[in-house]
């Protein structure tokens, strides 16, 4: 029997969809307010983010298949908050392919909403119904230009591969529930506990259920998708795209491996797990350095870096999965921030964007350089930024865990990564302005976006305190 | 100001100025020329109250600020405190700042601006280093170093600067990021002990003295520990044969860059195994020492060899770091207290002398825009003042008696030779060497006859010029008569960390 | 004895969707026709949902089990939304593809690779 | 000033800051000469001053402490000065003859630019601060400041004239060499610190003589170690070869250092050291034979040298190998006596040598001169009685020291010292041929000077003058020294009073007796025991008579009208011999084969094979490049083709299921 209390664990969501909804009205029947459909996402995510914050926490709700609580609360913050700083960069990058109507930022809200589901879902339900509206509305998303041979065959590549994991994973789901009579992650993980025998099937259907949120999170050998969405969609939508289903996919994992208790079921899965992580940052980061177009190598960057976050997934506990959120948190911002640049720093969508497209840009706009030089050196892991505390905590759950290899495997990697974080960082400023001078974008708001996520950034680097603190009571929660 | 802020004032004082900075317009460059000045040269006015109300007699931290919570669940807290070997490497970083503003006067032309504001990022980074009493804290300022330092080289270094400035960072990093587990497990296992989680470097000691002493290299968590710090020190020191990121650095580096890098980077390397590797680890430091000392000697020697042949003035000096850098360790190495005093003090004495000959090179470079010894040739005659300043601290840099250099040295193997002796005569070697190359570059730049047109023209150093180098010389020289006065601090401080 | 009386084993239908999703499965990575691989996933999904029947009709076949034998079969009605969802974009998509190209042959779409 | 001896070697220094400063601003010549005479004049009444009043005292020993320089853990140095027998020898002629030769250097060099001129007095004068400290120095650390720091002038002045290359090279090579000298030394301090404790020469050195047991063998490598710093500092075999380059600096550089003090700091040392000798033997016999060695090899090569200051050289090498000798068989007063005379005749010499090369306008070499004695008749008389003394004819100074050590080397032969009897007449052999190969060149040199007639050109001859009387009064005051400075050490056996040997006897508290039941005890009894007055005039006649045959040889070889005849025939007889002596061996060649060449070589291969290639060029760059090369392989695993990507999920997807089995 659904309470008023259901009700309010999801309201960011309903928030969301309603918003959704009104923009999809506007772009039928007044598209002369299409120009505001930009602010009016950021209201929508900003109300979400306010009845997240505002309204009581039941804790379990809809029958025990969701949970709100902190950590729900805290996943979908940084969820909220991308989708804000996505949104407010498209806009003006929007606008100057003349590209902008409501449906994009609709998607881009359906897409959050699928995400939040994911990670407040312990039922496998609603997560794979959360799946399915993040994944369906990022296929539209990745070719939103449908004019541009990139962006469409992004689209195309991210929905045949993305439709074949979700097949995987719906087959898993249903294996699980033939193994366990259930399609809650923590009544499995009672029953398992209860002594259930390890079934074939189980392990088949948990493989098939971790290969497609491995998917989602683009980790080695599921990664190979990633690269070419990457470089093909719009800036915005990469920038969404590298962030938003991977903060949702982590959570899932999480569930998965603290209610399963993976990492004292033997060492199968710190194996299959370890070379997965190990696999995805040394893949990721060797074949990054190679790279001429900025946003594919982040998305090497991305798989490298969701490698790390694996290793705290692998350890679980507090202490993995509160680093897991924290990376999250860094993730997102300084993630964001570079494809914020990148999006002002290009000429048009269809071109790729070239690394030495960037040279003495350092000195002709400083402050956007800076911050993409910031999300630079946070991404390779180096101090006072939020992306070192990151990894320190993620290290640092291994090592307690025993894992040292995983950590020292995890520091060589990032110390592979320097390499062409730096080159970006001495194009902007060590290299001349070319002759011809591209005419990049020149945008307060996504500069705003920039100079955000860059204070972010060193803030959370500063400061890990606050962040971290949550994520414990979070992590807490979860491990309970 | 209370006294417990002093050092917060120190340490945080060049990134608060660099703030300030940056709220300066950038085409005002004289003004944020003045402006970097200023801030350095209350930096160093603080440093000397520092060093007023330093008492020699306590062996311990002492001037500690309070301890400020910073990451409070993993015991992670903001605490600075100095000793007497900190207190001179302080005091030589802030003296070298100013010097480094004034050279850079003139041969810093563009982005002026960020230079200073890079330069006294830096500052707060090294001083961090060497006063931060957690070791996280630590590390943060350890890996902050990087980032302003690559810019230095990077952006206003010489022809191959990007090359050496990624070599740089990549090869210091190399080391910095073993050590960071190593430090991550040194937390653990003081948790396992005292189920307190702390980075404190008190507690950090602690946990690391009791790490086990395996059978094997790999099965001993004490040494492989100990291996994960020394890597990361024995590459900023540099240890043969960690050393082939110096030449570069320091040659593409801009003059004030290759001072700092001399002055004071390189000492973070040896202070970190004083600080941290001997203290630490007691028992696998006592098993590395033959490692040590033949590393000490073949750098002494090998760096010496080297710079034998060198046909830049620059690269010359950077592989005489290298020699002199081998006495130090071989002091350390050895470990008594006579040598460990000795090598500190060659650390301030390198600092000094190398970054004065880096400066003097650098004064000349400005007139000719060449590095090359074979440009040059006669000088002495058309600029006597500036001959005679560069012969003063080249000869500082062979160890003369009377001038700084010595007393370093001769302390470092009077008190090698206790229990090295052996290792004292090879590294005595490197006098004779030292000599060598030294004098045979000032006979090929200022001796032999005249033979570059281009030189009649060449100005004498200018009062600027002279006022950047007289602090170093004034040390140079104080130093070389009176070494007490830096001696007698430090006495405490590295009598009770020999003790352990 | 009579046929009518046993009951199909409901591994049976088990075995039969693996066949199902292992036949998709080769569908898409064989077949070059966008069509035909949107098929090919297509069958994969519905094998998925064969297999929630399955199970369910297992538990429902025990009363210690009956009560889980629900679950199953929601899940099943969200999977044919879900897939008629990925039907939409996916020929929507496949219809902007013929429009650049002409084709939709999947193989002909690399221009970003390496 | 006794109780403020810091104040002799201050003025100097005040001197040296004054003149960089006058040679900055450019200033005239006579106030450069001021500053720079000036202070030397004044140090040196202070150091007569001080001697006064110490010989008014009946301390023997008296040590001032001023601060402490260094100390750390068990090494400690003080910043101390102390005066005793042999400090007062030492520092007595130091001053004296620096400022006699300071004065000469007034006229010498006058034709430099004002601005060399000051620097000139500038280094002189840093040279006599830091040759005072060396002999105040009351520690070996102390003395080694003053050690290294005559090392650095002798660096600068010979290297004076820097835009010649041969210049700058003889400097550097002498500092190189002193370097090499050096080490040993400071190795000799470590290990003193190590053994003893400190190396105060008031602490260790009762120490050692009151334990000569326990610690004959360190004394022995304590002894080898400093004395090697003295080979170096003294031009003695292996590191001699120094010297004869350094008469590329002007000549009163090469009378003050290179002959009349800065050279015989080694000797200095080692008598100052002489308790660790004599209770280390084998230290003590290997200064007697490298000593003695010098001492004839040096003489050799002088015989064919022609250039007037390279003779003087060769023969400086070997009078220091004379009083090594001396210091080698344990007649320390003697070697001192030595160091005393030669620093009179040989300043001498060098300053004659001096006034003859600027009245040549600066052509230095012999064959060119001749017939001077008729234009510069003062110089050549002095010449001559200096050419005397060191050839050791009697009454002149050099007699009685040269013959005194000689005499102990017979002595120490004839007491069968250590065992090595035989190995001391051999050494005593050694000496009085040198004896008689030195009056021989010596002549030579006179001969070919100041006889005969004039070889040069017209107008060279036309310029021919003598010197002006700040040059020529130092001659004669020097003169007189080197005709009477030898009867402050009247052998006993001419007077029958040991007390008349004045110079023995106040050194005699500098030879601490040593501990009891030690063989070294006869090392100690050679100062007493003597072989017999028979033997002793024997010897005596001996070596005169020699030293008269060298003069007769040179004369029939240089003299009269077949002068150039004799030698001229035994160059034909003996091309090889000739050639061999003219080269001086070919040492220095050897050297630049067998050392320098292979280091240099030895270096570049270091540099671009260990440094370049394996190091950076495989190692560090490799391992990028590998990495690199490594990502360009992998990336063509994204074949851009979306089935593939399909099946790499597929693939992925077994994997686990496989692993998790």
């Known amino acids: 029997m659904p309470t008023q209390a259901d009700l309010f664990a999801v309201a960011p969501e309903l928030i969301l969809i309603a918003g959704a909804g009104v923009l999809l009205l506007i772009d039928a029947f007044a598209p002369k307010l299409r120009q505001i459909s930009s602010e009016l996402t950021l209201l929508t995510a900003a109300g979400a983010a306010w009845a997240l914050l505002a309204l009581p926490h039941p804790g379990a709700a809809w029958s025990g298949m969701m949970r709100s609580d902190t950590l729900s609360v805290l996943v979908s913050l940084c969820l909220l908050v991308a989708v804000f700083l996505c949104s407010w960069m498209a806009g003006p990058y929007l606008r100057r392919a003349n590209k902008e109507t409501g449906e994009f930022y609709a998607l881009l809200i359906f897409a959050t909403t699928g995400a939040m589901f994911m990670a407040s879902s312990i039922d496998l339900l609603p997560l794979f119904l959360g799946l399915e509206l993040l994944s369906v509305a990022l296929y539209v998303l990745n070719a939103f230009f449908k004019d541009v041979d990139v962006s469409l065959e992004a689209g195309l590549k991210y929905f045949i591969v993305g439709a074949f994991a979700a097949a995987f994973t719906a087959y898993g789901i249903a294996l699980l529930y033939g193994a366990t009579g259930t399609t809650n992650i923590e009544v499995m993980g009672r029953t398992l506990g209860g002594g259930a025998a390890v079934s074939p099937v189980l392990i088949a259907g948990f493989a098939m259920v971790a290969g497609g949120m491995a998917f989602k999170l683009a980790l080695f050998p599921f990664h190979a998708w990633a690269p070419d969405v990457y470089q093909g969609s719009p800036t915005p939508v990469t920038a969404f795209l590298s962030v938003v289903p991977k903060a949702a996919a982590l959570i899932v994992l999480l569930r998965f491996a603290i209610a399963f208790d993976l990492l004292h079921m033997g060492h199968s899965w710190v194996w299959a797990a370890g070379i997965v992580a190990v696999g995805s940052q040394t893949l990721g980061n060797i074949v990054a350095i190679v790279q001429r177009d900025i946003k594919r190598m982040l998305a090497y960057s991305g798989i490298a870096h969701m490698g790390y976050a694996m290793v705290g997934v692998i350890v679980a506990g507090t202490a993995g999965s509160s680093a897991v959120l924290v990376y999250i948190a860094a993730y997102t911002v300084m993630n964001i921030g570079a494809f914020a640049v990148i999006s002002l720093m290009s000429e048009n969508e269809a071109e790729p964007h070239l690394i030495t497209d960037l040279a003495g840009q350092g000195w002709s706009r400083p402050l956007a350089a800076l911050a993409l030089s910031i999300s630079m050196f946070s991404l390779a892991g180096v101090p006072p930024f939020a992306g070192f505390a990151a990894k320190f905590f993620i290290f640092r759950s291994a090592v307690n865990q025993g894992l040292i290899w995983l950590a020292v495997l995890g520091v060589i990697n990032s110390l592979i990564s320097a390499f062409y974080y730096l080159r970006v960082v001495y194009i902007l400023y060590m290299k001349p302005l070319p002759r011809r001078v591209p005419d990049f974008l020149r945008s307060r708001a996504i500069g705003a976006v920039a100079g955000v996520s860059a204070a972010l950034v060193v803030l959370i680097g500063l400061y890990p305190t606050w962040v971290f603190s949550a994520a414990r009571t979070a992590a807490k929660l979860l491990v309970r | ?500 | 004895m009579n046929p009518t009386m046993i009951p199909i084993p409901s591994a049976w239908i088990l075995y039969l969707s693996a066949v199902l999703f292992v036949i998709g499965a080769i569908g898409v990575l064989l077949r070059r026709n966008g069509i035909s691989i949107f098929l090919a996933l297509e069958l994969m999904l519905n094998s998925a949902n064969l297999a929630f029947a399955s199970f369910a009709f297992r538990f429902a076949g025990a009363s210690a089990t009956a009560a889980h034998a629900l679950n199953g079969q929601i899940f099943i009605f969200f999977i044919i939304a879900v897939a008629a969802a990925e039907a939409a974009v996916g020929l929507a998509l496949f219809i902007a593809m013929y429009r650049r190209k002409e084709t939709i042959d999947v193989d002909r779409f690399n221009i970003l690779r390496w | 000033m006794l109780g403020s001896l810091w104040i002799i070697p201050l003025l100097p220094l005040i001197g040296f800051g004054l003149n960089l400063f006058l040679g900055w601003r450019k200033a005239r010549k006579s106030l450069v000469t001021i500053a720079g005479v000036g202070s030397v004049g004044l140090a040196t009444i202070a150091a007569y001053w001080a001697i006064i009043g110490y010989l008014e005292q009946p301390a023997r020993v008296i040590v001032e402490r001023y601060f402490t320089w260094i100390s750390a853990g068990k090494i400690t140095v003080d910043a101390a000065f102390q005066i005793d027998p042999l400090t007062v020898v030492m520092m007595a002629f130091v001053t004296f003859v620096g400022f006699l030769i300071h004065v000469y250097s007034i006229g010498y060099m006058h034709g430099e630019s004002d601005t060399a001129y000051a620097r000139f007095f500038a280094y002189m004068n840093l040279f006599m601060f830091s040759m005072l400290v060396l002999v105040l120095g009351s520690s070996l650390p102390l003395m080694f400041v003053g050690w290294e720091g005559v090392g650095l002038c002798s660096y600068l002045l010979i290297g004076f004239y820097f835009e010649d290359t041969y210049c700058a090279m003889s400097g550097k090579k002498a500092f190189i060499a002193n370097r090499i000298g050096d080490v040993g030394f400071v190795l000799g301090i470590f290990a003193t610190f190590a053994v003893f404790g400190s190396a105060d020469f008031t602490r260790f050195l009762p120490i050692a003589a009151a334990h000569p047991q326990q610690y004959a063998g360190w004394a022995t490598a304590i002894g080898l170690l400093l004395f090697v710093g003295a080979t170096g500092k003294s031009a003695q075999i292996p590191l001699y070869v120094w010297l004869p380059d350094a008469m590329a600096g002007p000549t009163p550089v090469s009378a003050l250092i290179h002959a009349a003090t800065m050279v015989t700091a080694g000797v200095y040392m080692v008598v100052r050291c002489n308790v660790i000798y004599r209770i280390g033997p084998a230290a003590l016999l290997v200064v007697a034979i490298v000593g003695g060695l010098t001492a004839i090899y040096a003489a050799s090569i002088a015989v064919a040298q022609n250039d007037i200051k390279k003779v003087l050289a060769y023969s400086t090498i070997s009078q220091l190998g004379y009083m090594f000798l001396g210091a080698g068989v344990g007649a320390f007063a003697a070697a001192i006596f030595h160091v005393v005379t030669h620093a009179f005749f040989k300043a001498l010499l060098f300053l004659g040598a001096g006034s003859v090369i600027h009245a040549c306008s600066g052509n230095q070499d012999m064959r060119t001169m001749g017939g001077l004695r008729k234009v510069m008749p003062t110089t050549y008389w002095t010449f001559l009685a200096a050419t005397l003394a060191i050839s050791g004819i009697f009454p002149f100074a050099g007699f009685f020291s040269k013959d005194e050590i000689l005499g102990r080397t017979f002595a120490a032969g004839a007491s069968n010292l250590h065992g090595f009897g035989w190995l001391y007449y051999i050494l005593w052999f050694l000496g009085i041929t040198a004896a008689f190969i030195t009056a021989f060149y010596m002549f030579r040199l006179v001969y070919m000077t100041f006889h005969g007639e004039f070889r040069g050109t017209e107008e060279e001859k036309h310029h021919l003058h003598e010197s002006p009387w700040t040059m020529t009064l130092p001659l004669q005051v020097l003169g007189v020294l080197s005709i009477i400075g030898g009867f402050i050490g009247i052998p006993k056996l001419m007077t029958g009073h040991a007390s008349w040997n004045l110079i023995e006897h106040f050194l005699d508290p500098v030879v601490i007796p040593l501990g009891t039941g030690h063989a070294a005890e006869i090392a100690a009894g050679v100062s007493e025991h003597s072989a017999g007055a028979g033997i002793e005039w024997l010897l005596l006649l001996v070596s005169l008579s020699i030293a008269v045959a060298g003069i007769l040889v040179a004369r029939s070889f240089y003299a009269g009208e077949h002068a150039f005849e004799k030698p001229a025939r035994f160059v034909e007889r003996y091309p090889l011999l000739y050639k061999l002596i003219l080269n001086k061996y070919y040492i220095d060649e050897v050297y630049d084969k067998v050392v320098i060449q292979p280091l240099y070589r030895f270096a570049r291969f270091c540099w671009k094979a260990i440094d370049t290639i394996i190091i950076d060029g495989v190692i560090v760059n490799g391992t990028a490049f590998m990495t690199e090369l490594t990502g360009d392989i992998l990336r063509f695993l994204q074949t851009g083709n979306v089935r593939n990507y399909a099946l790499s999920v597929a693939m992925g997807v077994l994997l686990l299921i496989v692993i998790l089995w």
Request: charged share 10%.
């Open chain 2, 1 to 500: 100001m209370h006294i417990e802020h002093l050092l917060t004032f120190v340490t945080l004082g060049p990134a608060a100025g660099a703030l300030i900075l940056a709220f300066i317009p950038g085409r005002l460059e004289k003004v944020q020329r003045w402006a970097a000045l200023l801030i350095s040269l209350a930096e160093f006015a603080l440093s000397c109250l520092l060093w007023a109300n330093f008492n020699p007699d306590i062996a311990g931290f002492q001037l500690q600020t309070a301890k400020v919570p910073w990451i409070p669940q993993l015991g992670i807290s903001y605490h600075l405190g100095i000793d007497g070997i900190s207190l001179l490497l302080v005091m030589l970083t802030t003296l070298l700042m100013p010097v480094v503003i004034i050279a850079s006067w003139r041969s810093i032309s563009e982005h002026v601006k960020a230079f200073h504001i890079s330069l006294l990022m830096l500052t707060t980074a090294m001083l961090g280093a060497f006063v931060s009493l957690d070791v996280f804290l630590f590390y943060v300022f350890w890996e902050l170093m990087l980032i302003p330092m690559y810019f230095i080289i990077g952006v206003w270094g010489g022809p191959r600067r990007i090359y050496a400035a990624v070599k740089f960072f990549i090869y210091t990093m190399v080391g910095s990021v073993l050590m960071l587990v190593g430090i991550l497990y040194l937390a653990y296992s003081n948790h396992l002990q005292t189920h307190v989680w702390s980075f404190a470097y008190s507690d950090l000691l602690k946990a690391g003295r009791q790490l086990q002493m395996g059978h094997s290299f790999f099965t001993s968590p004490q040494m492989l520990v100990f291996a994960a710090f020394a890597l990361a020190f024995a590459i900023k020191v540099p240890m043969f044969p960690f050393h082939t990121w110096l030449p570069d650095a320091h040659t593409e580096a801009p003059t004030g860059g290759s001072i700092i890098l001399a002055g004071v980077l390189l000492k973070l390397g040896t202070y970190g195994f004083l600080r941290y590797n001997r203290p630490m680890f007691p028992d696998a430091w006592h098993a590395f020492v033959p490692l040590i000392l033949v590393l000490a000697v073949i750098g002494i020697l090998y760096g010496a060899w080297v710079a034998l042949v060198q046909p830049d003035m620059k690269k010359l000096v950077a592989y005489s770091s290298v020699s002199h850098l081998g006495f130090v360790m071989l002091g350390l190495a050895a470990g008594t207290i006579a040598s460990t005093e000795g090598a500190v003090l060659q650390m301030v004495n390198h600092g000094l002398s190398t970054g004065a000959l880096f400066l003097l090179v650098g004064v000349i470079y400005e007139r000719r825009h060449t590095r090359m010894i074979a440009d040059y040739g006669g000088i002495a005659r058309v600029v006597p003042v500036y001959t005679g300043l560069f012969l003063l601290v080249t000869l500082s840099s062979i160890g003369l008696p009377g001038l700084n250099g010595f007393v370093g040295e001769f302390l470092i193997l009077a008190g090698t030779w206790r229990r090295y002796p052996v290792a004292v005569i090879f590294a005595a070697l490197g006098l004779i060497f030292g000599a060598i190359y030294m004098l045979w570059m000032v006979q090929r730049v200022f001796w032999n006859p005249f033979t570059h047109e281009e030189n009649k023209s060449l100005k004498d150093i200018n009062l600027r010029e002279v006022l950047a180098v007289a602090p170093l010389v004034i040390f140079i020289v104080w130093i070389g008569v009176h070494p007490t006065t830096f001696l007698s601090p430090m006495e405490a401080a590295v009598r009770s960390l020999l003790m352990h």
